[in-house]
């Protein structure tokens, strides 16, 4: 978690792509710990963080709603030390969490869009496996991880390989079923004040 805690203040950090690529192993116990089940149906949720005076996707995100809840963050820059993390997997995403993500992207200069589909069982696992198998990501392939993700599980391989965020976020909400939600907050878009707002909602 200390990659996550600690990037140095940068408008690329912020909209979510922080430095990645290093190797983070939370220990089996604090994963065991922070295992969540969610009560809802299986689903996969990509986050897609948009530069709002540009227009252009930031950053890439996959909430997977498994047989436990966990969020493919690749070389994202969230993070707490209540939330362990292997390799850009975040465990423990409890609607409290998840809240604070969001909340964390979304600031005046950048808007969340949730994008949410319902999916089978079988499908959230497989995504679920290959998102613990996919390793560190390097700065700047969130996306490209994401969609090579995606396009390994059945009813997704039409979506194809890309690097951008939006073109990701087109060809996802096109999937039928999709429900997409978008969250604007005014905040500041300080880094450190982003991080101090995560604090206040989790703690420490």
């Known amino acids: ?25 939370a220990p089996e116990a604090a994963i065991a710990d922070a295992r969540y089940v969610h009560a809802g149906p299986p ?3 990509l986050y897609t963080v948009n530069n709002l005076g540009t227009g252009n996707g930031a950053h890439s995100a996959l909430l997977i709603n498994a047989s436990q809840r966990v969020l493919f963050d690749p070389a994202g820059s969230y993070g707490h030390p209540s939330i362990p993390e292997r390799n850009d997997v975040l465990f423990g995403m409890t609607p409290q969490v998840v809240k604070s993500y969001v909340s964390y992207h979304s600031r005046a200069s950048y808007v969340t869009v949730e ?34 993700l995606l396009g390994q599980l059945p009813g997704f391989e039409t979506l194809g390989t ?38 206040r909602q989790l703690g420490g």
């Open 1 to 25: 978690m200390q990659r996550r805690a600690f990037l140095m203040a940068a408008p690329l950090a912020l909209a979510g792509c922080g430095t990645g690529g290093e190797t983070v192993w």
């Open 43 to 45: 689903a996969l949720t």
């Open 115 to 148: 994008q949410r589909l319902e999916v089978p069982g079988s499908i959230a696992e497989a995504a679920l496996e290959l998102a613990l198998s996919a390793g560190p990501v390097r700065q700047a392939f969130c996306t490209r991880a994401i969609s090579q």
């Open 162 to 199: 890309t690097w951008f965020p939006d073109k990701l976020m087109a060809r996802f909400g096109a999937l039928p079923g999709v429900v997409t939600t978008e969250h604007n907050e005014n905040d500041s878009d300080s880094l450190r004040d982003a991080r101090r707002a995560v604090a």
